[in-house]
């Protein structure tokens, strides 16, 4: 009951990102229409969920490392990342966890990235400081992966792991290193939710 909930819950989420998108599309055309630009036809449904619907990712799971320490990412989670064959995982930079991104939530930050200067000093030594400790994975077909064991060691992940969701990213954390909250708390929801913009 509980994943065909998830699963409800993922596909739910992935239409209605799917029709925001599209609404997006026909007001996007409508406006260049108006200056006598003609529009190009819109993307097929599938087409949009191959190239991944990019979060949001919400919620906190609790799950065991099996025997061979591997992860298994939620398949809520998976659905609306596009299922990617691939994830990176990498030491958080604010927090004493992991975290774990899509190619699709990385791209633009690529992308950025590639305009800037080849071989700036300050910019390839910051490069090498968080891409070089960062791991590139391949997702099993039960949604797992094998996050190396350095990293592992950093996060102090050992039997169990809390994911939680923020919305285009994953964090990793030990249980030790950050309990799970009993219930909600509306003055934290408030306040994030401030700071968010919301």
Known sequence: MYSL???LHANM???K???QQ???????CLEMSEYGVACQPMETESKVI???VDGPLAGTFEHALDPKRRITIPSVWREVMGSPAYLYVMADPNDPCLTILSPAALRPRLQRLRQQTLFDEG???A???FFAEAEYLAVDVQGRIRIGDELLALAQLDEVVLLRGLGVRIQVWS???RARRKGVDPAVVAAAAKVLGF
């Open 5 to 7: 909930r998830n699963s």
């Open 13 to 15: 989420l992935r239409d």
């Open 17 to 19: 990102i799917i029709y």
């Open 22 to 28: 599209r609404l997006f599309l026909v007001d996007r």
């Open 50 to 52: 191959a190239d991944g």
């Open 123 to 125: 910019q390839s030594e």
């Open 127 to 129: 490069l090498r400081d």
């Open 175 to 177: 249980p030790k290193m």
